[in-house]
Nanobody, 123 residues
Framework: QVQLVESGGGLVQAGGSLRLSCAAS????????MGWYRQAPGKQRDLVAA???????NYADSVKGRFTVSRDNAKNTVYLQMNSLKPEDTAVYYC?????????????????WGQGTQITVSS
């Protein structure tokens, strides 16, 4: 009933830029927080950046000043602009949304994930 679809991953050289997009669809009533997490091989999934419906943002220390999270509330879409990429940014990036949605006659809150997109930064 709710889907998050990511796009924009790929291979880039160190110092380059990429932009990720994630669109949420379904019977969505509202989205509180949207964000991006990443998981490198053998490591846990960690928060990269998040943004509330009001525009407040939160970043991991490792990406501050290089990454920018933004969202289009009308399109239920969150973006991650990644500049000055480093090899240590290599990971699978996952979109996440905390939202309210309808299913039948009921309203639910839930935490949803995208399928993940690979970012590889070569040195």
């Amino acid at each position: 009933q709710v889907q998050l679809v990511e796009s924009g991953g790929g291979l880039v050289q160190a110092g380059g830029s990429l932009r990720l997009s994630c669109a949420a669809s379904g019977r969505i009533l509202s989205i509180n927080v949207m964000g991006w997490y990443r998981q490198a091989p053998g490591k846990q999934r960690d928060l990269v950046a998040a943004i509330t419906s009001g525009g407040s943002t939160n970043y991991a220390d490792s990406v501050k000043g290089r990454f920018t999270v933004s969202r289009d509330n009308a399109k239920n879409t969150v973006y991650l602009q990644m500049n000055s990429l480093k090899p240590e940014d290599t990971a699978v990036y996952y979109c996440n949304a905390d939202l309210r949605y309808n299913s039948g006659t009921y309203t639910y809150t839930g935490d949803f994930w995208g399928q993940g997109t690979q970012i590889t930064v070569s040195s």
